[in-house]
């Protein structure tokens, strides 16, 4: 058996995404998995993304990211409640995600999620916040 690394391809997307379905059918737990991805744009420029993955009972920020012209404009606030709109009522009871400390835990703290847990570093910048937050 060999072991390496490699980019993304059809093949190895089909493997997961079979596996992983068929690993929750066996134990009896809803997969309910969706890939997400939201954009603000303005005028024909991308402003903002937000993407992450719902599955189980669970929706996961995997990441958000504002173009720096439109940081502090309200872009990430109305990508976050994009998300929660999108996934209320849709059997998730939760949304998850991960900031480190020069990113956003204020922000997310701001949009009512609560901290869960947080990995200290001895750079502060680089401790890891856990969020969550109840939809």
């Not at 009972?57 to 606030?77: M, S």
């Amino acid at each position: 058996m060999e072991i390496r690394r490699i980019e993304d391809n059809e093949k190895i997307g089909e493997f997961i995404n079979r596996e992983f379905t068929d690993y929750a059918v066996d134990c009896e737990v809803a997969l309910n998995f969706e890939e997400f991805t939201f954009a603000a744009e303005d005028d024909g420029k991308i402003a903002g993304v937000i993407t992450g993955r719902a599955y189980y009972n669970e929706v996961h920020i995997g990441d958000l990211i504002i173009g720096k012209e439109y940081r502090r404009a309200g872009v990430g606030r109305r990508l976050v409640a994009a998300v929660e709109d999108a996934f209320k009522g849709k059997g998730y009871e939760k949304i998850a995600l991960t900031t480190f400390g020069f990113q956003a835990p204020e922000f997310y703290k701001k949009l009512g999620y609560e901290l869960e847990f947080v990995r200290e570093d001895r750079d502060p910048k680089l401790c890891k916040y856990f969020y969550l937050k109840k939809i």
